[in-house]
């Protein structure tokens, strides 16, 4: 359904669930809290699921949203989850209920609710969110500051290749509310802590180089975080420092969460498609950013990505010999 009738079906319910990603992010954050303050002014008894994963530079966003622990929703919307692998702990207990509506904008959204709000030509979910709330009338400044931050932090200031002018409409609109935009910038893309430059410095001074340096692999080990004292507030959306080197085209950031478990994200310019790369090793997201989980040790993840890379090239090349 288009977000209209997303709309007019969340018009009609009541007591309703919010849920977001595992190691969520400015995007479902945002549209979580930006959805619940929505729906509380409609009339709606509504709440965040809480996020065991949510560092604290999200959670004072959640503030005064989260539910209780023994609180029973008649109605669950998920927002920014694509796929089954992403609900939390907590969530899974209602993926396996059922989820009533699943508002998204990834090209692989896995379609697990009953009834689904997609539009994967938004650079946000929030910019989906924000026209959803704008059919029940004005967005207030307790939606608008949180919906910036979806927008904002999911197109990396609007640096990133999914902006588009339609972002910078929704962020105008958001911004003429009245919120407070420059201190949002400022603690999303002008503020880092030490811990956070070493582990930058880390991933420079270890990273593989390909392709003459338009491809460059690096990871983060649990004992590199462990010798920093590094938290997960620390590495924040690391994942787009690679992409800041002149040259490179294509970025994979590893962070190892477990022994054994590692979590890649992929970045790239428009010569290779990131979701296609990921989907090999059974991920997803967008052309230009996507991730995955491989199961292995860093260099397995690291030889994993590097082939998955190759494959894709390979396929690109071969079609397009084939067409010519």
């Known amino acids: 359904m288009d977000y209209k009738a997303a709309a007019e079906l969340l018009k009609k319910q009541d007591r309703i669930l919010i849920l977001t990603h595992r190691r969520p992010d400015g995007d479902t954050i945002g549209c979580a809290a930006g959805l619940c303050a929505a729906l509380r002014e409609q009339g709606k008894t509504a709440c965040i699921l809480p996020n065991e994963d949510a560092t604290s530079l999200f959670t004072p966003y959640l503030g005064g949203y989260l539910a209780e622990e023994d609180w029973e929703p008649d109605f669950v919307v998920s927002v920014d989850i694509a796929g089954r692998s ?43 969110i924000y026209d959803l709330i704008r059919q029940w009338g004005p967005v207030s ?123 890649l994200s992929v970045r790239t310019d428009q010569g290779l498609n990131a979701t296609r790369v990921c989907a090999l090793l059974g991920g997803g997201g967008h052309a230009s950013a996507a991730g995955c989980t491989v199961m292995g040790t860093v260099a397995e993840a690291k030889a994993a990505i590097l082939a998955a890379i190759r494959q894709v090239w390979v396929e690109d090349r071969d079609g397009a010999s084939a067409g010519t």
Do not use: W
Request: glycine residues 10%; aromatic residues 6%.
């Open 86 to 128: 992403l609900f939390t702990p907590r969530g899974e207990r209602y993926l396996a209920r059922g989820i009533d509506l699943g508002i998204d904008h990834h090209p692989s959204y896995e379609g697990f609710a009953r009834e689904s709000c997609v539009d994967p030509g938004r650079a946000a979910c929030g910019e989906l």
């Open 141 to 263: 400044p307790a939606a608008a500051l949180p919906l910036y931050v979806a927008v904002a932090t999911d197109t990396g200031c609007f640096m990133y290749s999914n902006t588009t002018p339609a972002t910078h409409r929704v962020c105008a609109d958001l911004m003429a509310v009245g919120i407070d935009f420059q201190g949002v910038n400022k603690r999303h893309f002008r503020t880092k802590s030490l811990k956070r430059l070493r582990l930058e410095s880390l991933l420079v001074d270890g990273m593989d180089v390909h392709d003459g340096g338009a491809t460059v692999i690096a990871a983060i080990s649990l004992a590199d975080m462990a010798r920093l004292e590094a938290t997960e507030r620390d590495a924040e959306d690391i994942a787009a420092f690679l992409g800041q080197i002149e040259g490179v085209r294509t970025s994979v950031t590893i962070r190892e969460l477990a022994p054994g478990e590692c979590k």
